[in-house]
T-cell receptor, first 115, second 113 residues
Framework: AQTVTQSQPEMSVQEAETVTLSCTYDTSESDYYLFWYKQPPSRQMILVIRQEAYKQQNATENRFSVNFQKAAKSFSLKISDSQLGDAAMYFCAYRWPGTASKLTFGTGTRLQVTL | DGGITQSPKYLFRKEGQNVTLSCEQNLNHDAMYWYRQDPGQGLRLIYYSQIVNDFQKGDIAEGYSVSREKKESFPLTVTSAQKNPTAFYLC????????????FGPGTRLTVL
């Protein structure tokens, strides 16, 4: 079974600094998708960034970027120039290949942003 | 505005009662999903549906039932057989296909009294 591990239950970063959230996963597949979702206090899940496993180039979305290491099965999220609004739970998710678009989530990392 | 709506936001249920959570989307997405979130855990898949009148069990389907009579709607019933139903429930939808991304509704908090 595919598993997703987020080993950092909590992280803290100062405003304007950079922070990296870790995620590792286990799969025997070669073609899959990985996601980072943000869950603010409102609890709605918001897509942050997505990575296709067949692409070697790391995905970026404004201040958010990933470090995708396929051989190591690692998928970390880097947040640059952190803002107070970045404070939230962050979940890493693995999407099974094929048309059944099931997601397996990690347990999340709570990010605090301090002044 | 296109999006996913869930109602109600908060729901209270007495033990032994069935309750239905609503999920509607106007994104013209083919696939819809129900997840459960417990404290300290990630989301776990309950049921999903790729097309109308078809759905599959997820990882924790016991004690739940769903229907998919319309493309826009995917209600979830939490039955009295669900032993520990107090949780946060999230609905999601996506375009059917291998490259789809799931988008989530605002969630429903269910509390069993």
């Amino acid at each position: 079974a595919q598993t997703v591990t987020q080993s950092q239950p909590e992280m803290s970063v100062q405003e304007a600094e950079t922070v990296t959230l870790s995620c590792t996963y286990d799969t025997s597949e070669s073609d899959y998708y990985l996601f980072w979702y943000k869950q603010p206090p409102s609890r709605q899940m918001i897509l942050v960034i997505r990575q296709e496993a067949y692409k070697q180039q790391n995905a970026t979305e404004n201040r958010f970027s990933v470090n995708f290491q396929k051989a190591a099965k690692s998928f970390s999220l880097k947040i640059s120039d952190s803002q107070l609004g970045d404070a939230a739970m962050y979940f890493c998710a693995y999407r099974w290949p094929g048309t059944a678009s099931k997601l397996t989530f990690g347990t999340g990392t709570r990010l605090q942003v301090t002044l | 505005d296109g999006g996913i709506t869930q109602s109600p936001k908060y729901l209270f249920r007495k033990e032994g009662q069935n309750v239905t959570l609503s999920c509607e989307q106007n994104l013209n997405h083919d696939a819809m999903y129900w997840y459960r979130q417990d404290p300290g855990q990630g989301l776990r898949l309950i049921y999903y549906s790729q097309i109308v009148n078809d759905f599959q069990k997820g990882d924790i389907a016991e004690g739940y039932s769903v229907s998919r009579e319309k493309k826009e709607s995917f209600p979830l019933t939490v039955t009295s057989a669900q032993k520990n139903p107090t949780a946060f429930y999230l609905c999601a939808s996506s375009i059917y296909g291998s490259a789809d991304t799931q988008y989530f509704g605002p969630g429903t908090r269910l509390t069993v009294l």
